[in-house]
């Protein structure tokens, strides 16, 4: 498995989702943001987390228009994986790539704390480490992850088996008092209709290492890894 990790001004995260892959068993490559190719063999696209432009406009509204934006469109319009986490994920609504936007959080107030997510489904090159229905404890940390769409898009998302995880209580209930920014549904994560693209607000690749709190993380990048693994 290649993973490229795209770098914009502002990112913040791109080390740790890259030591997360290779933690995984994926060989990494960084990529700038200005660049208009992927490096030959790429297998996964990474938008990483953090403050692409200072969060300028709307957060990852002008990294959407970046250069690289275009070769990432093409990849995922071949099959290509691509996985977009915070800063990531926003990226990926405000290019186009999913549906929706990710408006501030309901009370207005960064959130940084641990979260409780269920996985939604577990037959996905994304998830299939997991088991569905299964809840895995992540970290948030973000100021604006309130998913938001026309009804007409939730309507779509939801028939198709789209959600990819919700925000939920250490019980696996989705509550109110369990959703960190007044997502609708709430929705902590999307594919795309090829489930190819997986956007999402929490940082997997924070819990990857029992030494800093937990591993509940690494069935992303392991499903990634040895998913593509077992598919090839
Ligand atoms: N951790 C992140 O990627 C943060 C994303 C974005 N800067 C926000 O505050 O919503």
Redesign the pocket.
């Known amino acids: 498995m290649k993973a490229a990790v795209i770098v914009f001004p502002g990112s913040?995260?791109d080390h740790d989702v890259a030591r997360a892959l290779r933690q995984a068993g994926a060989t990494v490559v960084s990529v700038w943001h200005a660049d208009h190719e992927l490096p030959a063999g790429t297998d996964l696209a990474v938008l990483?987390?953090?403050?692409?432009y200072g969060?300028y406009l709307r957060?990852?509204a002008i990294a959407g228009r970046a250069a690289i934006m275009d070769a990432v469109r093409a990849h995922a319009a071949r099959g290509g994986l691509v996985l977009g986490?915070?800063?990531?994920f926003?990226i990926l609504c405000e290019s186009g790539l999913l549906p929706g936007v990710?408006m501030r959080?309901a009370d207005l107030h960064?959130v940084c704390r641990r979260q409780h997510l269920l996985v939604e489904r577990a037959d996905t090159p994304f998830t299939n480490r997991y088991a569905r229905g299964q809840v895995i404890d992540v970290c948030i940390?973000?100021?604006?992850?309130n998913y938001a769409a026309d009804a007409e898009t939730f309507a779509r998302l939801d028939g198709e088996g789209r959600v990819a995880f919700r925000y939920c209580d250490a019980s696996g209930t989705v509550t109110r008092e369990a959703n960190p920014n007044g997502s609708f549904s709430a929705i902590a994560g999307i594919y795309s209709e090829r489930f190819n693209v997986l956007g999402m607000?929490p940082?997997p690749e924070n819990l990857i290492d029992n030494l800093v709190g937990g591993t509940d993380g690494r069935g992303l990048f392991d499903s990634l890894v040895a998913g593509l693994r077992t598919a090839a």
């Open positions: 913040n995260r990483p987390g953090g403050f692409s969060d957060c990852g986490i915070c800063n990531g926003q990710l959080n960064f940390a973000h100021g604006e992850g607000m940082h």
